[in-house]
């Protein structure tokens, strides 16, 4: 049978889920790559999707698929990449509340690697801290980060606060559930899942919940048609 | 040639009745609307779209403006009050209005929960404040949403959401008459899923965020233009309430 192919295109990378005979394959490449890609994928999502070419499905929407709504019936699921966060919540397995920070992309995924490779630090190297910045918007953050290390404190302990920060932001705008299912590249990063379990009990998805979504929504209307 | 009343908000009734008898001729314009007017730079460049819009507007069309009718009650907002200083001394006339009495608030709406697209309520709406028509005539709907707040300065976010979307919040009172009214305000239908909208720096973000938690609505406010990503959320709202 022949494979169908689904794109979650972020800022910076892009998931690719492949389907042939039931057996799935993930894999992640940059998104400035995606351009040279010939694939033909049946459903796309993400940021750095051109929405005029193809079928193009909602990020939220692709998040809402993505988990299986039976186990997760009351739960609240945070998706947090390069550029932005969202989160859902379901209610006896049905969509209740939602919400998607859209216009900031300085406090997310992408000032971290930002930041990593400034300071030249390893991000598995960095210990969650309940000390935090706040970090509400991310120029602000960079600029206490900025001014602790020039005041002689470790760069690696200031990124921490900094993640430490976005954890909290993370909490607060996901209205402060007793857990939280991490989606998103976020899941790799050990410091912010450590710091987020300091305000609640954190569950990562892994990176792919966006393109299992569509593969789901494929399934759907498979069977609609 | 001076042929312009301008307003903004929902000037007093009597005012308005004074006015159009004293200016039969005259072309009446909403100050609030966002037309396209050169931009000025007497408000902060952080400010609500719909105070820059008025200042934006009045100082272009200043030399056809006859008189400015200017809200400053509490059915408007405090901005408005400061405007009217700025205004006065920028050269214009203004008569000041206070609309907070509910003497004239109608029992019914028809536009509100009409079958018409939501971008045409909302116009409809505001053109009634000054040419108030009779809308009994048409088709009423059972919403299956709602949109709560005023109208938005990017009125193309209306045109995301289905025809038995339901009009709540200021512009629900605007239609009753009764531009301040808190309770009316805060009226919305708990069984449907709503978008409860503020112009970014405007107080009533304040009330949109409470009542968005309160119903498990959304809360959205938008700057000026809304960007692709408000324009998804609200998408993800209606897809998947």
């Known amino acids: 049978m022949k494979p169908v192919y689904f794109l979650d295109a972020g800022t910076t990378w892009s998931k690719i889920l492949k389907v042939q005979n039931d057996k799935k394959e993930y894999s992640i490449i940059k998104t400035s790559d995606i351009k040279n890609s010939d694939i033909d994928f049946e459903i796309k999502t993400g940021h750095s999707v051109d929405k005029t070419k193809g079928k193009y499905e909602n990020e939220v929407v692709a998040l809402s698929f993505g988990v299986d709504k039976q186990k997760l019936q009351n739960e609240t699921i945070l998706d947090l990449g390069s550029r932005d966060a969202k989160w859902i919540k379901f209610k006896n397995s049905k969509f209740q509340d939602m919400d998607w920070n859209t216009n900031c992309a300085s406090a997310t995924g992408a000032t971290i690697e930002m930041l990593l490779k400034f300071y030249n630090l390893d991000i598995n190297e960095l210990k969650a801290t309940k000390e935090k910045y706040p970090v509400t918007c991310g120029i602000f953050g960079l600029e206490k980060i900025m001014d602790d290390v020039s005041n002689g404190v470790d760069t690696s302990f200031a990124v921490s606060k900094f993640i430490s920060g976005i954890a909290y932001n993370a909490y607060n705008f996901t209205k402060r559930p007793d857990r939280i299912y991490l989606s998103g590249g976020f899941c790799e990063n050990k410091c912010f899942v450590d710091s987020l379990n300091f305000y609640t009990k954190v569950i990562p998805l892994g990176r792919f919940v966006l393109v299992d979504g569509l593969y789901n929504i494929y399934k759907n209307n498979m069977n609609n048609c | ?241």
């Open chain 2, 1 to 241: 040639m001076k042929d312009i009343i301008a307003f903004w908000g929902y000037p007093h009734p009597n005012l308005i009745k004074k006015t159009k008898e004293e200016y039969k001729n005259a072309v009446w314009l909403d100050l609030d609307v966002d037309f396209n007017s050169p931009k000025t730079s007497i408000l902060p460049e952080n400010y609500c779209s719909i105070i820059k819009n008025i200042f934006n507007n009045a100082l272009f069309y200043k030399e056809r403006i006859i008189k400015i009718l200017a809200p400053i009650g509490r059915d408007k907002c405090d901005s408005a009050l400061f405007a009217v200083e700025i205004l006065k001394n920028e050269g214009f006339i203004i008569e000041t209005s206070v609309f907070e009495e509910k003497e004239y608030k109608k029992d019914k709406i028809y536009i509100s929960s009409s079958n018409l697209p939501l971008r045409k309520k909302v116009e409809l709406i505001t053109a009634n404040i000054i040419e108030q028509k009779d809308y009994s005539y048409l088709p009423q709907t059972k919403p299956s949403f709602g949109f709560w707040g005023v109208p938005p300065n990017d009125l193309s976010i209306l045109e995301l959401f289905p025809d038995d979307t339901h009009v709540f919040g200021w512009m629900r009172c605007v239609e009753q008459m009764s531009p301040y009214d808190l309770e009316l305000e805060q009226f919305v239908d708990k069984n449907i899923g709503t978008v409860f909208f503020a112009q970014t720096f405007c107080a009533k973000n304040q009330l949109a965020k409470y009542l968005a938690d309160k119903y498990q609505g959304l809360y959205i406010d938008i700057d000026g233009l809304s960007s692709n990503s408000t324009r998804a959320k609200i998408e993800a709202f209606l897809r998947l309430r």
